[in-house]
């Protein structure tokens, strides 16, 4: 069943592709447009929103134009991107370049020049300093510190920047194999997953041991044999930020080794609401091994308005990888992931 699309700012389609992620600061769409007129009737930086029902996917602007024709035919190509887009490419341009005293999201609202927007899932941490660096974008200059934090930054349908630490919700319905599924993979790796992940980091204040070789230390006890990793913090050092800082490296490790290509019809969820990067929900397929929550990573939305039909492609994790807890599902030995992750740290 086809999406009832309204795309203003652009010609009829023939077919639409849209792509967002938790892991990325721009959605896109890709669109194949119905050639109108004698000339090219769409040009660079026009403002695009794209709603599917009464639902908003994208707020953006066109990026790329690519017209072609042969002796009887005509096509034109045509690439949206969120709004965010500015806040990846173009420089932050502030007074002092300097923020004292206020969380990430204080941070780049105060660095957000351009009016693109910030929003965040709630409280975070408070950064006694963060300072500009010379011809950094917003998206760069927040991303570097958020490593450290476990936060994760991406694009809303409105092309504001969303600054989240844990999964927004939880699909219904879930994604079932004989139900909804049209065809699934899955990958396990060990790819990423150290036996101990040691962070390590100095304070710009103080002589101490605690402030000049502060050190915490966090273990994933899946890995069977000695596998260390070794890294430097981002930013001002405290004990309980080198914690954190472990603790998330450890769980984005467990949750990216297991993974999922899941494609099913429909852009929808049992509930009716469109299928959502970082959000949850509950697979079963036996046939690749998993019985348990997983998190969406990234959704694909295709259309063929000249009937081909409506598919959704959800590239899925455990939901560690975004921050979430153990899924404790039911799946087989090999995707049978570790306890809770309750690092033990030792600090110097």
């Not at 799946?331 to 033990?344: F, H, L, M, N, V």
């Amino acid at each position: 069943m086809l999406e009832t699309l309204t795309i203003d700012g652009l010609p009829p389609y023939k077919s639409i592709t849209i792509t967002s992620s938790a892991e990325e600061a721009v959605r896109t769409a890709s669109l194949v447009l119905v050639p109108t007129g004698g000339v090219v009737s769409v040009a660079p930086g026009r403002a695009v929103t794209i709603k599917a029902g009464g639902d908003l996917i994208l707020t953006g602007y066109v990026r790329d134009v690519q017209p072609s024709h042969s002796a009887t035919d005509r096509t034109l190509n045509v690439t949206v991107c969120s709004r965010t887009i500015d806040a990846t490419e173009c420089s932050v341009d502030h007074p002092t370049g300097e923020i004292l005293e206020k969380d990430l999201a204080g941070i780049a609202k105060e660095f957000d020049g351009l009016g693109i927007g910030v929003e965040s899932d709630g409280s975070l941490p408070i950064e006694p300093r963060h300072k500009l660096r010379t011809g950094e974008s917003l998206f760069a200059t927040i991303e570097r510190r958020a490593r450290g934090r476990g936060i994760l930054i991406y694009d809303t349908p409105q092309g504001k920047l969303k600054l989240a630490t844990k999964p927004e919700g939880m699909h219904s319905g879930g994604l079932i194999w004989g139900v909804n599924i049209e065809q699934a993979s899955s990958s396990i790796t060990e790819r990423g997953r150290y036996s101990s992940v040691k962070v390590r980091g100095q304070a710009s204040e103080g002589v101490e041991k605690q402030q000049l070789r502060a050190e915490a230390r966090a273990n994933d006890s899946g890995i069977s044999r000695r596998r260390p990793l070794i890294i430097p913090h981002e930013g001002e050092t405290t004990v309980d930020r080198l914690k954190k800082r472990a603790d998330w490296q450890v769980k984005r490790g467990v949750g990216y080794a297991a993974t999922a290509s899941i494609t099913t019809t429909g852009w929808r969820d049992g509930g009716g609401r469109l299928w959502t990067r970082n959000w949850l929900v509950q697979v079963r397929d036996a046939w690749i091994g998993i019985d348990g929550m997983m998190v969406i990573k990234s959704v694909t939305l295709n259309q063929d308005a000249e009937g081909q039909g409506t598919t959704a492609t959800l590239s899925l994790a455990d939901p560690r990888a975004l921050g979430g807890e153990n899924p404790r599902g039911k799946t087989s030995d090999s995707y049978a992931a570790p306890g809770a992750i309750t690092p033990e740290y030792e600090d110097q």
